[in-house]
């Protein structure tokens, strides 16, 4: 079993008590954090900031805890919408730095511009080498 370093202070009883939750299913495991890693799709060091209540975890992380855990996801999914209603948003619990794991404010739409360009490129490819092997009609 893990030696867990206490929850911070500033973190609201619902969150705690979610990582608390969290860790137990953890210890359930038997895992590292680098096994339980390489069984979701969660890093190594985001798993010790949800477990350490640094960050909330993502709901998605927690499904995939209570499935290597051989859990019940409902009661555990519970906690977390409660946690999420109190979770410091935007911000670690007991700091004032943004999330670093938060992607950069506009990465959607340039994900979405990005993918458009790549698009009309092999659109005008693909019409470029249609109209060089489509044969010219003779008048």
Sequence with gaps: MTRWRPLPDALPREA???????????DRTGLSL???A?????????WQRYLSGAKQPP?????????????????VLALW????????HGVA???AEPAADAPPAGAEYRRWRAAA???????VVLLAGLLWVLPVGSG
């Design 117 to 123: 360009l790549v698009s009309f490129a092999v659109i």
């Design 59 to 75: 709901r998605g992380a927690v499904q995939a805890l209570c499935r290597v855990a051989g859990a019940e996801q409902a009661r």
């Design 34 to 36: 680098a096994e339980l």
């Design 93 to 95: 619990a007991g700091s």
């Design 81 to 88: 919408d409660l946690a999420d209603r109190t979770w410091p």
């Design 16 to 26: 705690r008590h979610l990582v608390e939750q969290l860790r137990a299913l953890k």
């Design 38 to 46: 390489r069984r979701t799709a969660y890093s190594k060091s985001s």
